[in-house]
């Protein structure tokens, strides 16, 4: 049974995932256009020893403009920004993005709560949170600060998430989470990029 959910006016989307992350990402973004008209930030938690390689293996597979995100960029329409090993990622008040290596969250740096907390501060309402598989809890408080800042938030089904621990702490965390599939999950994206 499908969901069907429905979603205001977004600006921006992010994305946190860990364990499984390349399968559901390699799943969920390839589809988008290549003129999607909302930028996309992800953090998966990889080891500091391989830089570049999934913003590059993915930039390979994608329509859409795939690269790793670096300080004091603007937050550019259109655009997937992977966090650097070892770097937590956060967005600025004026749509740009801040690099940081301080303290890890969660065990994790990157850490996707510092992603999702930073981001609900500025786009709010307007912001789409999205939580892939994984194996720890990172994610579930910077989910429940998307939701309380009147955003949305959705988690890729624990049964179809290669490690449900992820998706499992976000939709306890943030009570307005909804589980979907990853199918609906890459529809419901492709739809945000289709013109009216």
């Given at each position: 049974?499908?969901?069907?959910?429905?979603?205001?006016?977004?600006?921006?989307?992010?994305?946190?995932?860990?364990?499984?992350?390349?399968?559901?990402?390699?799943?969920?973004?390839?589809?988008?256009?290549?003129?999607?008209p909302?930028?996309?930030?992800?953090?998966?938690?990889?080891?500091s020893?391989?830089?570049?390689?999934?913003?590059s293996?993915?930039q390979?597979?994608?329509?859409?403009?795939?690269?790793?995100?670096?300080?004091?960029?603007?937050?550019?329409?259109?655009?997937?920004?992977?966090?650097?090993?070892?770097?937590?990622?956060l967005?600025?008040?004026?749509?740009?993005?801040?690099l940081?290596?301080?303290?890890?969250?969660?065990?994790?740096?990157?850490?996707?709560?510092?992603?999702?907390?930073?981001?609900?501060?500025?786009?709010?309402?307007?912001?789409?949170?999205?939580?892939?598989?994984?194996?720890?809890?990172?994610?579930?408080?910077?989910?429940?600060?998307v939701?309380?800042?009147?955003?949305?938030?959705?988690?890729?089904?624990?049964?179809?998430?290669?490690?449900?621990?992820?998706?499992?702490?976000?939709?306890?965390?943030?009570?307005?989470?909804?589980?979907?599939?990853?199918s609906?999950?890459?529809?419901?994206?492709?739809?945000?990029?289709?013109?009216?």
């Open positions: 049974m499908r969901t069907v959910i429905s979603i205001g006016h977004i600006e921006a989307v992010v994305i946190g995932t860990s364990a499984g992350a390349i399968a559901s990402l390699s799943h969920l973004l390839p589809p988008l256009p290549q003129d999607f909302l930028a996309i930030l992800v953090v998966v938690h990889v080891p020893d391989q830089p570049h390689s999934i913003s293996l993915l390979t597979k994608c329509r859409i403009n795939v690269k790793e995100a670096e300080d004091k960029e603007p937050i550019l329409p259109g655009t997937v920004y992977f966090a650097p090993p070892d770097y937590h990622v967005v600025e008040q004026d749509r740009r993005l801040s940081s290596n301080e303290e890890p969250v969660n065990f994790s740096r990157p850490s996707i709560d510092v992603l999702f907390e930073s981001a609900a501060d500025v786009y709010q309402e307007h912001l789409l949170a999205v939580i892939l598989t994984g194996a720890n809890h990172d994610g579930a408080q910077g989910a429940r600060a939701g309380r800042a009147g955003g949305t938030v959705l988690v890729q089904h624990p049964d179809s998430a290669t490690a449900r621990m992820m998706p499992n702490a976000a939709l306890a965390a943030c009570p307005t989470a909804e589980p979907m599939s990853l609906d999950l890459t529809d419901l994206l492709v739809s945000r990029g289709q013109r009216p």
